[in-house]
T-cell receptor
Framework: GQSLEQPSEVTAVEGAIVQINCTYQ??????LSWYQQHDGGAPTFLSY????GLEETGRFSSFLSRSDSYGYLLLQELQMKDSASYFC????????????FGAGTRLFVKA | DARVTQTPRHKVTEMGQEVTMRCQPI?????VFWYRQTMMQGLELLAY????????DSGMPKDRFSAEMPDATLATLKIQPSEPRDSAVYFC????????????FGPGTRLTVT
Protein backbone atom coordinates (compact mmCIF):
# COMPACT_ATOMS: atom_id res chain seq x y z
CA GLY A 1 0.00 0.00 0.00
CA GLN A 2 0.93 3.63 -0.08
CA SER A 3 1.04 5.76 3.03
CA LEU A 4 2.45 8.94 4.45
CA GLU A 5 2.81 9.33 8.19
CA GLN A 6 3.00 12.65 9.97
CA PRO A 7 2.12 13.72 13.52
CA SER A 8 -1.47 14.80 13.97
CA GLU A 9 -0.68 17.83 16.13
CA VAL A 10 2.27 19.95 17.17
CA THR A 11 2.26 22.90 19.57
CA ALA A 12 5.02 25.50 19.77
CA VAL A 13 5.63 28.97 21.11
CA GLU A 14 5.84 32.13 19.06
CA GLY A 15 9.41 32.81 18.00
CA ALA A 16 10.46 29.18 18.39
CA ILE A 17 11.49 26.59 15.78
CA VAL A 18 9.33 23.59 15.00
CA GLN A 19 9.97 20.50 12.88
CA ILE A 20 7.18 18.47 11.28
CA ASN A 21 8.24 15.01 10.18
CA CYS A 22 6.92 12.90 7.35
CA THR A 23 7.72 9.31 6.52
CA TYR A 24 6.41 7.75 3.38
CA GLN A 25 5.88 4.36 1.84
CA UNK A 26 4.92 4.59 -1.82
CA UNK A 27 5.30 2.48 -4.91
CA UNK A 28 7.40 5.17 -6.56
CA UNK A 29 8.94 8.42 -5.47
CA UNK A 30 9.68 11.49 -7.51
CA UNK A 31 9.43 14.30 -5.01
CA LEU A 32 8.14 15.42 -1.62
CA SER A 33 6.06 18.58 -1.37
CA TRP A 34 4.75 20.53 1.59
CA TYR A 35 1.51 22.48 1.70
CA GLN A 36 -0.01 24.81 4.25
CA GLN A 37 -3.74 25.07 4.83
CA HIS A 38 -5.46 27.54 7.13
CA ASP A 39 -8.90 26.74 8.49
CA GLY A 40 -11.49 27.25 5.79
CA GLY A 41 -8.82 27.89 3.18
CA ALA A 42 -7.18 26.04 0.35
CA PRO A 43 -3.82 24.27 0.49
CA THR A 44 -0.95 26.47 -0.67
CA PHE A 45 2.42 25.22 -1.81
CA LEU A 46 5.38 25.79 0.52
CA SER A 47 8.35 23.69 -0.53
CA TYR A 48 9.55 20.76 -2.59
CA UNK A 49 12.43 18.28 -2.48
CA UNK A 50 13.31 15.90 -5.26
CA UNK A 51 16.87 15.24 -4.11
CA UNK A 52 18.38 14.60 -0.69
CA GLY A 53 19.21 17.62 1.36
CA LEU A 54 17.82 20.87 2.62
CA GLU A 55 15.82 23.43 0.67
CA GLU A 56 15.40 26.84 2.25
CA THR A 57 12.67 29.34 1.47
CA GLY A 58 12.65 32.22 3.91
CA ARG A 59 11.53 31.04 7.34
CA PHE A 60 10.59 27.62 5.96
CA SER A 61 13.01 24.84 5.11
CA SER A 62 12.38 21.31 3.96
CA PHE A 63 14.65 18.29 4.16
CA LEU A 64 14.62 14.96 2.38
CA SER A 65 16.41 11.66 2.87
CA ARG A 66 15.34 9.25 0.16
CA SER A 67 17.25 6.34 1.69
CA ASP A 68 15.22 6.74 4.87
CA SER A 69 11.94 7.60 3.08
CA TYR A 70 11.81 10.58 5.36
CA GLY A 71 11.45 14.29 5.18
CA TYR A 72 10.64 17.21 7.41
CA LEU A 73 9.44 20.77 7.29
CA LEU A 74 11.23 23.24 9.53
CA LEU A 75 9.52 26.47 10.50
CA GLN A 76 11.68 29.11 12.14
CA GLU A 77 10.78 32.29 14.00
CA LEU A 78 7.25 31.05 14.45
CA GLN A 79 4.46 33.56 14.15
CA MET A 80 0.84 33.28 15.21
CA LYS A 81 -0.19 33.27 11.56
CA ASP A 82 1.72 30.00 11.10
CA SER A 83 -1.04 28.23 13.02
CA ALA A 84 -2.44 25.97 10.31
CA SER A 85 -2.38 22.43 9.00
CA TYR A 86 0.69 21.25 7.14
CA PHE A 87 0.56 18.40 4.65
CA CYS A 88 3.36 16.43 3.14
CA UNK A 89 2.68 14.99 -0.30
CA UNK A 90 4.53 12.54 -2.50
CA UNK A 91 4.55 12.59 -6.27
CA UNK A 92 4.76 8.96 -7.19
CA UNK A 93 4.64 9.00 -10.94
CA UNK A 94 7.53 10.11 -13.11
CA UNK A 95 6.64 12.97 -15.38
CA UNK A 96 3.18 13.01 -13.95
CA UNK A 97 1.34 14.65 -11.15
CA UNK A 98 -0.34 11.88 -9.23
CA UNK A 99 0.13 13.12 -5.70
CA UNK A 100 -0.63 11.38 -2.44
CA PHE A 101 -1.20 13.58 0.59
CA GLY A 102 -0.54 12.81 4.23
CA ALA A 103 -3.28 13.32 6.78
CA GLY A 104 -1.81 16.64 7.87
CA THR A 105 -0.24 18.05 11.02
CA ARG A 106 -2.14 20.67 12.90
CA LEU A 107 0.29 23.31 14.23
CA PHE A 108 -0.77 25.46 17.15
CA VAL A 109 1.41 28.50 17.83
CA LYS A 110 1.02 29.95 21.32
CA ALA A 111 1.94 33.45 22.44
CA ASP B 1 -3.47 37.95 -10.12
CA ALA B 2 -3.73 34.44 -11.57
CA ARG B 3 -5.74 32.03 -9.50
CA VAL B 4 -7.95 28.98 -9.80
CA THR B 5 -11.63 29.75 -9.44
CA GLN B 6 -14.38 27.37 -8.40
CA THR B 7 -18.15 27.65 -8.39
CA PRO B 8 -20.27 27.34 -6.41
CA ARG B 9 -18.41 28.01 -3.18
CA HIS B 10 -21.15 26.37 -1.16
CA LYS B 11 -23.84 23.90 -2.16
CA VAL B 12 -26.55 22.32 -0.05
CA THR B 13 -28.67 19.70 -1.77
CA GLU B 14 -30.90 16.79 -1.01
CA MET B 15 -29.91 13.20 -1.46
CA GLY B 16 -30.56 11.99 -4.97
CA GLN B 17 -30.05 15.36 -6.65
CA GLU B 18 -27.41 16.04 -9.28
CA VAL B 19 -24.52 18.29 -8.29
CA THR B 20 -22.20 20.02 -10.74
CA MET B 21 -19.04 21.77 -9.62
CA ARG B 22 -17.01 23.94 -11.96
CA CYS B 23 -13.40 24.97 -12.03
CA GLN B 24 -11.47 27.47 -14.10
CA PRO B 25 -7.76 26.64 -14.00
CA ILE B 26 -5.06 29.27 -14.18
CA UNK B 27 -4.71 30.43 -17.76
CA UNK B 28 -1.99 28.45 -19.46
CA UNK B 29 -1.95 25.61 -16.96
CA UNK B 30 -2.30 22.27 -18.71
CA UNK B 31 -2.97 19.94 -15.80
CA VAL B 32 -6.09 19.94 -13.64
CA PHE B 33 -6.85 17.93 -10.51
CA TRP B 34 -9.95 17.25 -8.47
CA TYR B 35 -9.55 16.50 -4.77
CA ARG B 36 -12.02 15.74 -2.01
CA GLN B 37 -11.26 16.67 1.58
CA THR B 38 -12.99 15.29 4.64
CA MET B 39 -11.96 15.09 8.26
CA MET B 40 -11.90 11.32 8.13
CA GLN B 41 -10.14 10.72 4.79
CA GLY B 42 -8.07 13.86 4.39
CA LEU B 43 -7.21 15.01 0.86
CA GLU B 44 -8.05 12.38 -1.73
CA LEU B 45 -7.22 12.68 -5.41
CA LEU B 46 -10.34 11.93 -7.43
CA ALA B 47 -9.16 12.60 -10.97
CA TYR B 48 -6.66 14.53 -13.00
CA UNK B 49 -6.30 15.73 -16.56
CA UNK B 50 -3.41 16.70 -18.75
CA UNK B 51 -4.11 18.79 -21.82
CA UNK B 52 -7.82 18.07 -21.21
CA UNK B 53 -7.34 14.30 -21.42
CA UNK B 54 -8.16 12.24 -18.33
CA UNK B 55 -5.00 10.58 -17.01
CA UNK B 56 -6.27 8.98 -13.86
CA ASP B 57 -9.69 8.80 -12.27
CA SER B 58 -9.08 5.73 -10.17
CA GLY B 59 -9.93 7.64 -7.00
CA MET B 60 -13.41 8.47 -8.19
CA PRO B 61 -16.53 6.36 -7.53
CA LYS B 62 -17.41 5.59 -11.14
CA ASP B 63 -21.05 4.79 -10.62
CA ARG B 64 -22.00 8.30 -9.56
CA PHE B 65 -19.08 10.64 -10.25
CA SER B 66 -17.89 11.97 -13.57
CA ALA B 67 -15.23 14.52 -14.47
CA GLU B 68 -14.71 16.30 -17.76
CA MET B 69 -12.83 19.16 -19.36
CA PRO B 70 -15.00 20.51 -22.16
CA ASP B 71 -12.31 23.08 -22.93
CA ALA B 72 -9.01 24.31 -21.56
CA THR B 73 -10.68 26.89 -19.33
CA LEU B 74 -13.32 24.71 -17.72
CA ALA B 75 -13.29 21.51 -15.71
CA THR B 76 -16.43 19.97 -14.25
CA LEU B 77 -17.12 17.39 -11.58
CA LYS B 78 -20.60 15.90 -11.43
CA ILE B 79 -22.24 13.71 -8.85
CA GLN B 80 -25.45 11.95 -9.83
CA PRO B 81 -27.19 10.90 -7.67
CA SER B 82 -25.66 12.57 -4.64
CA GLU B 83 -25.56 10.86 -1.26
CA PRO B 84 -24.94 12.19 2.27
CA ARG B 85 -21.50 10.53 2.32
CA ASP B 86 -20.47 12.83 -0.55
CA SER B 87 -20.54 15.79 1.84
CA ALA B 88 -17.04 17.24 1.74
CA VAL B 89 -14.98 20.11 0.39
CA TYR B 90 -14.05 19.57 -3.24
CA PHE B 91 -10.90 21.30 -4.44
CA CYS B 92 -9.75 21.88 -7.94
CA UNK B 93 -6.07 22.50 -8.55
CA UNK B 94 -4.04 23.28 -11.66
CA UNK B 95 -0.43 22.99 -12.61
CA UNK B 96 2.12 23.00 -15.38
CA UNK B 97 3.92 20.09 -16.94
CA UNK B 98 7.60 20.67 -16.21
CA UNK B 99 6.78 22.33 -12.90
CA UNK B 100 5.39 19.28 -11.21
CA UNK B 101 6.65 20.50 -7.87
CA UNK B 102 3.55 22.48 -7.05
CA UNK B 103 -0.14 22.64 -7.62
CA UNK B 104 -2.33 25.73 -7.29
CA PHE B 105 -5.56 25.09 -5.44
CA GLY B 106 -8.87 26.83 -5.87
CA PRO B 107 -10.93 27.96 -2.87
CA GLY B 108 -13.02 24.80 -2.90
CA THR B 109 -16.71 23.93 -3.04
CA ARG B 110 -18.23 22.96 0.29
CA LEU B 111 -20.90 20.38 -0.50
CA THR B 112 -23.54 19.30 1.98
CA VAL B 113 -25.93 16.53 1.00
CA THR B 114 -28.88 16.10 3.34
Amino acid sequence: GQSLEQPSEVTAVEGAIVQINCTYQTSGFYGLSWYQQHDGGAPTFLSYNALDGLEETGRFSSFLSRSDSYGYLLLQELQMKDSASYFCAVRDQAGGFKTIFGAGTRLFVKA
Amino acid sequence: DARVTQTPRHKVTEMGQEVTMRCQPILGHNTVFWYRQTMMQGLELLAYFRNRAPLDDSGMPKDRFSAEMPDATLATLKIQPSEPRDSAVYFCASGLVGLEREQYFGPGTRLTVT
